[in-house]
């Protein structure tokens, strides 16, 4: 498509396409690579950034006001070849067809991928390196596909950016430092060890910064250009003042709201070129931006409308298989607002209800936004939630100030850094700009430790953890419960060691400069962001299958060890042939057994247990960057995808069904909405410090009660109660069948999919009938 057609286009319409293969990122980085010059991998690095940049076309579509693009068509899904770009190379054909996710690839782009990229970058990937690291033992619990997923083989990514520090200095007080870093290292070669390191660091730094400040100049030569050329007055001022803007940043501070817009989306940008597409966040955004606010509410709202819909021009590029797990092709670039300050006061401000408006008004599924609650949060904000819900727009989550701040402080956090927090991708706790943590570096099912533990599993993991219980003869809970605790920390303490591994791996193939700019510590040291200059380093793991889990322990508790309505035995037996002939035994601890959600103690107390045992599993597992793995509730769709190798469970699951997902109970709900908050609030969430994620489906009719008092007043009770987390899908059953059967008539039909939203029409199959499938409360 020729430019000139492109800029014809409103970026509205432009994200809302069918996305497309790019390949200007992995062919730029390739050149940059085949260069035969004996240099540092960060300064390949920065010279492969470099001539992305150099590469990318200079488009300003009509109704844009902030600028940047990572092609010539949009959205783009970039194949990152040192991590899992290869995995698409036998769907090239196939991905324009697919049923779900479809992407466009050129015939050009399908040649250079198989005959250019793919050959020299076949022996020289993330996973290679890992696998030099590791035992084999930890890929083939990975490549089972039922028990883990270590994500750092795609990339690490995941922070939440120090913009407020990018915005309060311009790119030319850098490179001042920079020469002034430089000068000081050189004549120190030959009495400080990490000199050369730190010379090498800070060149590839000023490459990046360069290449920014370029890059920016041709956008305001290019609004120049065309405002001689507009005829419409207010077009042509406009574009008047991109080519101002663009001149200013990013080599100096912003001066105002546009300035401050223009610098966040160009470094945002920047970033995903530089990284793999996932949880690049941008923080408190309402407020560091509530200073550069003029008044102008209008003009405001138009400028996030555009930096909300340039989020969009990227998705996450998966194959096939890996669609089961991450389904919605989300990149979950997160944003928080509201909540309290340093100093624990109400943080609310004009920007926050600025943002809202935005954000509806924009009607897209990214970026991911947080709503930041605590006692003394505004009416008016539940007020505007509740409107939202009541329009069936699934486009946020709550985290609860005061919970959150615990958890972080367990680990060590100051109470004045945990005030400040932030949400990385999804749910992922995480400080402001001063933290590499990789909330997601792994997710691992619970369920398949708890068929470990009963001899149930039949794939591979239960031969590596070499586990040989006797489960037939458990004579008590507390022995199922011993069993199911060993089997999980064995499988944890391989997922973690394959993400070390691809930690490690990172830090020699995969340094980043532009990310280590924009966290704290890394500039100051020197030091590339992988090898754990940020002051806080956790990684973090994700659990799903938690209330199926739950509940088949309570299962096991009621119906062989209370009742005595089938042996240990007979439950096993049954449990191997899918239930099989015993459709009795499976309606009995489906229905009759006790339910997590049900405000049932007897259930309850193993949901609070196994929250517990879990959090102990990993206490004591490291990162290679140095700080703890950190434990979160979260499963992207990976519950579907775990659920297909698992076999049926005590909770009277069959074989092969989606896993519960998060916190929340699931199908279970007959006793209402409020039965369900009061028995997940019995868990202990400051456990989670790694995030969590609870979903609820509700009726919209919910939010609308007494214009949202009632809502809010529930709200309120969750929080007091210790609830960390909660967000609701509010449409009805109904409504989410008909989508899937007139997915053309559903295009901006949002979902809450596990911490992220995603139009419904964009997921797999089995995550539609798994969202279908979640009880939906029409009652308190």
Not at 674 to 698: Q, R, V
Not at 740 to 749: G, I
């Amino acid at each position: 498509m020729l430019i000139t057609e492109m800029e014809d286009q409103t970026l509205y319409d432009a994200v809302r396409k069918t996305p497309i293969i790019s390949l200007k990122v992995p062919i730029n980085y390739t050149k940059a690579f085949k260069e035969k010059i004996a240099r540092p991998m960060i300064i390949t690095q920065a010279e492969g950034f470099k001539n992305v940049l150099e590469d990318l076309p200079i488009i300003i579509r009509k109704d844009e006001l902030v600028v940047g693009t990572f092609d010539e068509d949009v959205p783009v899904a970039i194949p990152r070849m040192e991590a899992t770009g290869l995995r698409i190379l036998k769907e090239l054909d196939i991905l324009p067809n697919r049923d779900v996710n479809p992407i466009r690839v050129r015939e050009e782009d399908k040649k250079i991928f198989r005959k250019e990229l793919a050959p020299y970058w076949e022996d020289y990937r993330i996973e290679n390196f890992a696998k030099q690291i590791a035992p084999e033992e930890v890929f083939e619990g990975l490549y089972s596909g039922g028990a883990y997923v270590s994500t750092e083989t795609g990339g690490i990514a995941h922070a939440v950016i120090n913009y407020p520090r990018m915005l309060s200095m311009g790119f030319n007080k850098y490179l001042e430092l920079i020469e002034n870093h430089l000068k000081d290292l050189i004549p120190s070669i030959s009495t400080d060890p990490q000199a050369s390191e730190k010379i090498a660091f800070y060149k590839a730094m000023k490459i990046v910064l360069t290449s920014l400040i370029n890059y920016s100049k041709k956008y305001s030569i290019k609004a120049e250009k065309l405002a001689d050329k507009e005829e419409n007055p207010i077009r042509k001022r406009e574009l008047k003042e991109i080519a101002e803007v663009c001149k200013w940043v990013p080599a100096n501070p912003p001066r105002n709201l546009h300035e401050a817009i223009q610098i966040i989306w160009l470094i945002h940008m920047a970033l995903h070129i530089e990284n793999f597409e996932h949880g690049i966040s941008f923080g408190r955004l309402d407020q560091y931006l509530q200073q550069y606010y003029d008044g102008n509410s209008e003009f405001a709202v138009r400028l996030l409308i555009n930096l909300f819909l340039k989020t969009n021009e990227i998705i996450a590029l998966y194959d096939t298989v890996a669609t089961q797990y991450f389904g919605g092709m989300a990149t979950t670039q997160n944003f928080l607002i509201g909540g309290m300050n340093i100093k624990g006061e109400d943080a609310t401000n004009e920007m926050t209800y600025l943002i809202l408006d935005a954000y509806e008004k924009a009607s897209v599924p990214s970026p991911n936004l947080v709503i930041r609650c605590h006692e003394n949060t505004p009416s008016q904000l539940y007020q505007r939630m509740a409107e939202f819900l009541a329009n069936g727009k699934n486009i946020f989550g709550l985290y609860h100030d005061e919970v959150v701040i615990k958890a972080l402080m367990n680990y060590g956090i100051s109470e004045e850094e945990a005030r400040d927090f932030g949400v990385v991708g999804c749910v992922g706790l995480s400080t402001s700009g001063n933290a590499y943590d990789n909330t997601g570096a792994i997710f691992l099912s619970l369920a398949k430790a708890l068929e470990c533990a009963l001899g149930t599993d039949k794939t591979i993991i239960n031969e590596i953890i070499k586990k040989d219980f006797q489960p037939e003869k458990f004579n008590s809970i507390d022995e199922v419960l011993n069993a199911y605790k060993e089997s999980l920390h064995s499988i944890m303490r391989l997922s973690i060691i394959a993400a070390n591994a691809y930690q490690e791996a990172h830090k020699i193939l995969k340094p980043t400069p532009l990310m280590s700019l924009c966290i704290d510590g890394c500039f100051e040291q020197g030091k590339d962001v992988n090898s754990g200059p940020a002051e806080h380093n956790f990684s973090g793991l994700h659990i799903t299958a938690f209330s199926d889990v739950v509940n088949s322990i309570a299962a096991i508790d009621h119906a062989v060890f209370k009742e005595k309505k089938v042996s240990m035995k007979e439950l096993i037996t049954a449990l191997k042939k899918n239930f099989r002939k015993n459709r009795e035994l499976k309606n009995y601890l489906k229905n009759k057994c006790p339910k997590y959600g049900s405000d049932d103690d007897s259930a309850d107390k193993y949901a609070k247990a196994i929250a517990e045992n879990t959090k102990a599993a990993i206490d004591g597992f490291i990162s290679a960057r140095g700080d703890p793995y950190r434990l979160g509730i979260h499963a992207m769709t990976t519950h579907n995808g775990f659920g297909i190798f698992t076999g049926a469970l005590p909770s009277g699951r069959k074989k092969g069904k989606p896993l519960t997902r998060d916190l929340a109970p699931g199908t279970t709900g007959e006793k209402g909405l409020t039965a369900a908050i009061k028995s997940i609030t019995k868990i202990d969430h400051t456990l989670f410090g790694n995030g969590l994620a609870c979903t609820l489906n509700i009726n919209p009719e919910v939010a609308k009660i007494e214009n949202g008092k009632i809502l809010e007043s529930l709200l309120r009770s969750y929080f007091k109660l210790g609830g960390s987390h909660i967000q609701f899908n509010a449409i009805s059953p109904a409504t989410l069948k008909d989508a899937q059967k007139n997915p053309d008539e559903y295009f901006d039909l949002m979902v809450r999919v596990s911490g992220y939203s995603a139009r419904f029409i964009d997921l797999p199959k089995g995550v539609q009938d798994d969202i279908i499938s979640r009880y939906c409360y029409t009652n308190f």
